[in-house]
């Protein structure tokens, strides 16, 4: 089975091709970081037009890639939630389109489903069960993986997501976007004994998540201390310890609380290098093992779509005629 992997979530328009004996064998990203860049952040508007002008070139492409023709395609895998509805549209839209002019099944797939599924496709690959943490721009989550398709909530951010902060704190720092690489550079310049930050509901019962009141801690900072260049090098880096403290430590609850030794992290701020040593340290010092994707899987892109889409697919799961997009739709219910 060949299956094309359509993602066009929010500000990256990206396709791949998995195949069921040869694995991932095409991949492309069209990233529209420069074109949002100098609003600061994501133009909803923007971005699903950029998805039409670019999405049809990259199928081209990684068809192209895998020296393949439509024809030998067998079926079709799309990001339908969650995202920004007219960016999802655009994607829904042309895979419905494809399969229905190629006659082959096509399949929605839940946006955070494919992230917690993304460390599958790399050579060392973890065992059901486990715990993953899904952190990205728009979403921070703990979830238990029973199997492929048993999903349990553990805890969720009830404001900001952590990628979501960074790219806020970023803004007020007066760095570029995206923020979580441009703080965590900032970073590697500051005194994190300087200052410190408080790490948001460590102190109450669960797995939930906060970051809106660690934004406004920071604000706060910084008009106390004022804007040189230094002070912001070590309020970046408060923060991301912050941040980061915060995330591990939720982490080492979940497994104690699931009695499980293996945890994925997956999603953009899965990239952040400070996360990913203290995650290794927590995790040494506690027995588990922790996965991760590429890096370049660690943000959006089809290649998770296409995994995704393959494993529902050869598990007899296909969409009927509608075109299937939704802003926002909780993890294991049906898309």
Do not use: W
């Amino acid at each position: 089975m060949k299956v094309l992997g359509i993602e066009t979530s929010c500000d990256e328009t990206a396709t791949a091709i998995y195949t069921a004996d040869k694995g991932l064998i095409a991949n492309a990203i069209y990233s529209q970081i420069p074109i949002h860049a100098k609003y600061g952040g994501v133009v909803p508007e923007l971005a699903s037009r950029d998805h039409i002008r670019k999405l049809i070139p990259l199928i081209d492409k990684v068809i192209e890639d895998a020296n393949l023709t439509k024809d030998q395609i067998d079926g079709i895998a799309y990001t339908s939630t969650p995202g920004l509805i007219g960016a999802l549209l655009v994607g829904a839209a042309v895979g419905k389109s494809l399969g229905f002019a190629l006659n082959i099944p096509t399949i929605a797939v839940h946006h955070m489903e494919a992230h917690l599924l993304a460390p599958m496709l790399e050579e060392q690959k973890p065992l059901f069960p486990f715990v993953a943490l899904l952190v990205s721009g728009g979403h921070s989550m703990l979830v238990e993986v029973e199997e492929f398709g048993k999903y349990t909530l553990l805890g969720e951010t009830l404001d900001d997501a952590a990628g979501e902060a960074f790219d806020k704190v970023a803004k007020l720092l007066g760095l570029p976007y995206p923020g979580g690489p441009a703080v965590a550079k900032l970073a590697e310049q500051g005194d994190k004994k300087r200052f410190h930050f408080p790490r948001p509901m460590i102190d109450r019962p669960g797995l939930d998540f906060s970051f809106s009141g660690l934004k406004t801690f920071t604000v706060n900072t910084l008009h106390k201390q004022g804007d040189d260049s230094q002070t912001k090098a070590d309020i970046a880096c408060a923060f991301q310890e912050a941040v980061v403290d915060t995330l591990v430590i939720k982490c080492r609850r979940a497994l104690e609380q699931t009695n499980l030794s293996r945890l994925v992290i997956a999603g953009g701020v899965s990239a952040n290098l400070l996360l990913r040593q203290k995650l290794k340290k927590m995790a040494k010092k506690h027995h588990a093992e922790v996965f991760y994707p590429r890096f370049e899987f660690c943000t959006d892109n089809a290649a998770m779509i296409a995994y995704a889409g393959y494993l529902h697919l050869a598990a007899g799961q296909h969409d009927g005629m509608e075109i299937l997009a939704q802003a926002r739709m909780p993890l294991g219910e049906e898309v």
